[in-house]
Each structure stands twice: as C-alpha cells, then as structure tokens.
C-alpha cells in the first residue's frame, strides 16, 4: 500500500485566494493526503474546503520553521508554497530557510500555481515516490 502523501501549504497573504482555487482543484486527492499548512492558510483550508488540515502558527510566528523542522525530519514530501515576489515579508529569512531546507533535502518546492498543478498532478499519480533519487 503506498502510504499518503503529505504535503505542506503555505500562501503568502496576495496569494491565499489562488491556494484556495488550487486546494479545490485538487481537493478529492488532499482529502487522501497528510496536509499540514500555516496557521491562516490552513484555516481558510478547513473553513471554505473542509479539508483536514495541521495547522502551525502563521508563517510571521514561527510557522515557516515549524513547517522546515517537519522536513528535515522527513515528514513531509512535497511543500506548496505559493510566495508574493512583490511585497517584501517581514520573516524572508525564515522563509529562505525553508526553501533551502527543500533543497538541501530534495523535497519537491512548489513556488507558484504552474509548478503546483505538476507537483500534485505527480504525487496524486505516483505517489510520494516523488522525491527518490533515479
């Protein structure tokens, strides 16, 4: 049995509403994975998708990290995280760490609504053999 997926969701503020559209694409496949999100990203999930959701503190508190910590422990395969370049983030350092932790890690980082649809298009496919080195 191939264990589901789980996938991490982070949307900065100007683009929670594009993760919402995302989310409800795909939403019959995240009902079968492990989602944890953001504090607020993951309420908007839970409230207007009734996804089942983990939710961290919001990525200004500490969320991003909490969210990097459960990478690097392997605990997460695949991270959405739809990021606003054009509006600086009070927390951008946080933000790099959790980027650099995906790579450091090979964990797939979505980081825009192109590169979602391939990420979860592939894990609702495959499964979280995504991230295997060939």
Do not use: W
């Amino acid at each position: 049995m191939i264990a589901a997926p789980r996938i991490a969701l982070i949307a900065h503020d100007r683009k929670k509403d594009d993760m919402i559209a995302l989310a409800g694409e795909y939403a019959a496949f995240l009902r079968r994975c492990t989602l944890t999100a953001t504090g607020t990203t993951g309420g908007r999930l839970i409230s207007e998708l009734g996804l089942a959701v983990d939710c961290k503190h919001s990525g200004p508190l500490g969320g991003d990290l909490q969210i990097g910590a459960l990478l690097v422990e392997d605990r997460i395969d695949a991270v959405i995280f739809l990021r606003d370049p054009m509006t600086p983030q009070p927390h951008e350092p946080d933000i790099n760490a959790l980027v650099r932790a995906c790579d450091v890690h090979n964990v797939a980082c979505a980081t825009n609504v192109a590169t979602a649809h391939l990420v979860l298009s592939q894990l609702r496919d495959n499964g979280p053999a995504l991230n295997e080195e060939v």
